[in-house]
């Protein structure tokens, strides 16, 4: 508003907002209101209806997705869970009951890692039209053990209900999703097919200059779940602008010591020495990517998967954000390098892995 009348152009106008606030948009009634440029907020005879109605997404570029942010993934335990509880009357329950209940099934081992906002969204959720999908263990196998026993075939069988999410087909949006992942970018891929709709992909994977990234390999055995903490702080401690990128690193996260999840979309890491560690994955990731491969009939899952946090990583000071003077290397174990490598090749075309003895620390 500039001199009491109102400059705003919706063909010129930018939003920037969160993936959330984008999700549900079509969906609010608050939102779409409160940001239209005429509410106004203590105006009782305002028509805040035909606000809404005005305040229409109609581009979006929907940044650094997550690989099932389209999708429902819901462990069997919980399916059955919130199957049993569908006719509870969720909705009229006070907000002291439904955290009670909450506590209920984290301490039945219902829930993992979900929070409470998290589970009441699934108490709002209709579970009509989801498939069922059981880890296959020999159809995509993965470690160097595979007796009964052993963590991954142990999970042969574990169940898992998979189903689109509505939010990016209930509109007339035209999304465009950027990521630099391969697994992400397969999963929107299968649940547009999934959902007959239309996506084009673009894949600027060969930038001369830019792409490949050439990335130095060092094989170390401490590169696992045990001992990644020790080779983290070896780094830490030898370079005063080493950065490690790796997960399980407990107390030692922080500005100098992340997770592939915590160091997403980071801009400030491009004058830093980067140590990317990769390691085996835990046995409940492994079965969550064997049924995604499944549902999007993709059998490289678990190498695409890997090839998205390299990426990542990598992408921290690499690539666009390459600065003179800094280095990128990447850890593993020689046991997990002969499991995925291979099949790393056939799906990352964003980055070459040379091994070296250099020693960079």
Known sequence: MRDGVLRFDAGKTFIFTSHQTVKTWTTSRLTKTWYHPEFRSLDDTQDNEALRREMLLQHVAYDDPEATDLLHVI???LFDHLRSSEGSAWRNLSTVQKRSQYRSAVRKNILTDETFKTYDGLRHLNLAGFDQYAVDYEAMPFGHENSPESIYRGQHGERYFIRTQDWAFNSRVQWTFLTTEPLVAEMISAAYRKRNRTLMRFQLDNLPGVYPLRIPLSYDNRAKAT????LAAEINERD????????????MKGARAMSFQAMKGLNSLAHNNIAVIVQHLAPEVYAKLNVLGQWAEQPYAIAMHYAGIMNQAVGRNAG???????KTVMFATTGLINLIGSDLEAVNHRMILYPTAEKYW
């Open 75 to 77: 462990p069997g335990a």
């Open 227 to 230: 001992s990644v903490t020790e």
């Open 240 to 251: 005063p602008n080493a950065v490690v990128i790796a997960d399980g690193l407990g107390k």
């Open 320 to 326: 666009f954000r390459q600065k003179d003077g800094t």
